[in-house]
């Protein structure tokens, strides 16, 4: 945190940010915040502002200390700026302090992550990455409707055949804006049922992963289904509904599960229950490593890297260059539920560490 006193009478206001009560300080005083970007206490209603810079590096704060007349919110100078403390002293008179928020530009949301970096390109490759998913998939949904009823006459549990369409519906759909590296593909299992377990960090890890072509049934939200056409495909691919927060309906879930492997297929799990909006590993439910367990079938790990990056969490209306790198690691097999899901996660967990 930088401070210098005394500034002249103008003061730098940011727009498009929603206040919030939050407070920051280089020594001891108070002030108004808006969410990610500080700005500033206006010294009275007819406060001039003056033209800044489009970066959140460059945000300034000008407090008048006459606003500090209640108990606020402070934080400690940089060394113990995670720590908040409350102080009730009162500060008079119209002295000005102007702080430059190191937090700012940092790339957390929480820390003022600038909008303006969201390139136009990003925005506009979004857009044709959609267009381009929306036509695949109508057209090869009409193919997956027509053989639905052999599919279900001759291979009702696999169902290899839609999930061969839904290969080349992410094949078509992701080649034209990423490339993807794959390591490990002589880990997969031959044709034999298993469970796959992933890092989860963006929407596009479906994608990747269709793109192994391997006939494992994915866990889904039931509302998924209803989405046109995506999640009908979903249906006939035979993707296993999960309704959140409800035990009945996960119980009723990991039952299907074992079902279907005692019936040849395989089934893929994300441990972590959502996607990592900052790409770190989250912990992970123990359901896919009971599932193995009691089914005495092994764990595929995949570890999955640069999806997070490419089309982040919470901001699916854009498309970064990049590429995607899968890695398919060893089979695990195990009795001890505790120790088979610790052993996965730090493979997966080392590889994401891996430069």
Not at 45 to 69: C, G, M, W
Not at 222 to 232: D, N, Q, R
Not at 269 to 287: I, N, Q, V, Y
Request: hydrophobic share 40%; aromatic share 14%; with cysteine.
């Amino acid at each position: 945190m930088e401070v210098a006193s005394d500034p002249p009478r103008t003061i730098l206001h940011h727009f498009g940010f929603k206040e919030s009560r939050s407070f920051a300080a280089s020594s001891f005083f108070p002030s108004r915040s808006y969410k990610g970007l500080y700005t500033v206490c206006p010294p009275h209603k007819h406060a001039i502002s003056i033209n800044s810079t489009n970066s959140a590096q460059s945000s300034y704060l000008s407090v008048p200390r006459k606003y500090a007349s209640l108990s606020r919110h402070y934080f400690k100078p940089k060394e113990d700026l995670n720590r908040p403390y409350y102080d009730n002293r009162l500060h008079n008179g119209n002295r000005y302090v102007v702080v430059r928020s190191e937090l700012a530009g940092t790339g957390n949301y929480d820390a003022g992550y600038p909008l303006s970096e969201h390139k136009l390109g990003s925005k506009i490759r979004g857009i044709c990455f959609y267009a381009v998913t929306a036509f695949n998939a109508i057209f090869l949904f009409v193919l997956m409707l027509v053989a639905h009823p052999f599919v279900l006459l001759f291979d009702r549990y696999r169902r290899r055949f839609h999930h061969f369409i839904a290969k080349t519906w992410a094949t078509f759909t992701v080649n034209p804006f990423l490339k993807i590296e794959y390591e490990g593909l002589e880990n997969l299992p031959p044709d034999i049922p298993a469970v796959y377990i992933s890092n989860h960090q963006s929407f596009l890890d479906i994608y990747t992963l269709f793109t192994l072509g391997r006939s494992f049934k994915f866990i889904s939200k039931t509302s998924i289904f209803l989405y046109p056409i995506i999640g009908w495909a979903m249906f006939l691919m035979g993707t296993i509904p999960l309704k959140r927060m409800d035990s009945r309906s996960q119980l009723n879930c990991l039952k299907r599960c074992m079902y279907l492997i005692e019936k040849g297929a395989s089934v893929f799990f994300f441990p972590e229950g959502t996607r990592s909006k900052d790409g770190k590993l989250g912990a992970f439910k123990k359901g896919a490593f009971s599932v193995s367990v009691k089914t005495k079938v092994p764990v595929v790990p995949i570890t999955l890297k640069g999806t997070g990056k490419i089309m982040p969490a919470g901001m699916e209306g854009i498309l970064n260059f990049g590429s995607v790198k899968v890695v398919i690691h060893k089979p695990m097999k195990g009795s001890d539920l505790d120790v088979l899901c610790n052993e996965a996660r730090n493979i997966i967990e080392d590889e994401l560490n891996r430069q």
